[in-house]
């Protein structure tokens, strides 16, 4: 198996990261410490496998995570196909939330009733990933203000997209 991780760091933490994978049948998720995580697929599927979910993640979907313990899985067509696997993954930890937002998160009186959630990927986010990957595959252009504004319009495509009631409640 053949593994390529491309990471773009934000006060010494991951916040964006590129992972190429070839054909695998099934991978821990990679804890950091306390973040959330966002997960595009550039190339392949896969599924992922927490304790009660089974959520199929594609190009035309995405994955929204707490910090848990869960694992990637190949679809049988990836294993039979041995098609290599592609992602590009947002991270988000509470102090550096809270850095870029001034925001006192236990105002929030907003709740969710997931810890994987499946996200279609409509225009904004396609092209959002396609700029973080640009990122990635150009880090000497991450400067710091360029990789708070891009975590920031993140925040702000999410909240419009799962249809939160403010950036505080999303986050």
């Given at each position: ?5 491309q ?5 010494g ?13 099934r ?25 009660t ?8 979907t995405a ?40 925001l ?17 990927v ?9 700029s ?8 000497e252009l991450?400067?710091e ?7 920031r319009?993140?925040?702000?495509l999410?909240?419009?997209t799962?249809?939160?009631?403010s ?5």
């Amino acid at each position: 198996m053949e593994l390529v991780v491309q990471n773009i760091t934000y006060k010494g933490r991951v916040v964006f990261q590129k992972v190429r994978v070839s054909s695998f049948s099934r991978l821990p998720k990679e804890h950091f410490e306390n973040e959330a995580c966002f997960v595009f697929v550039k190339q392949g599927e896969f599924y992922v496998r927490a304790q009660t979910e089974k959520i199929l993640v594609n190009q035309d979907t995405a994955l929204l995570a707490k910090c848990l313990h869960y694992f990637y899985e190949s679809t049988e067509k990836a294993r039979e196909e041995q098609q290599a696997t592609e992602v590009v993954g947002v991270l988000f930890y509470p102090d550096l939330v809270q850095d870029l937002f001034e925001l006192d998160l236990k105002k929030s009186q907003h709740s969710v009733d997931y810890n994987l959630k499946q996200v279609p990927v409509n225009q904004l986010l396609a092209h959002y990933r396609e700029s973080i990957n640009i990122l990635l595959d150009n880090p000497e252009l991450a400067d710091e203000q360029l990789i708070r504004n891009k975590l920031r319009e993140f925040v702000l495509l999410m909240t419009k997209t799962i249809k939160a009631p403010s950036e505080l409640d999303f986050l």
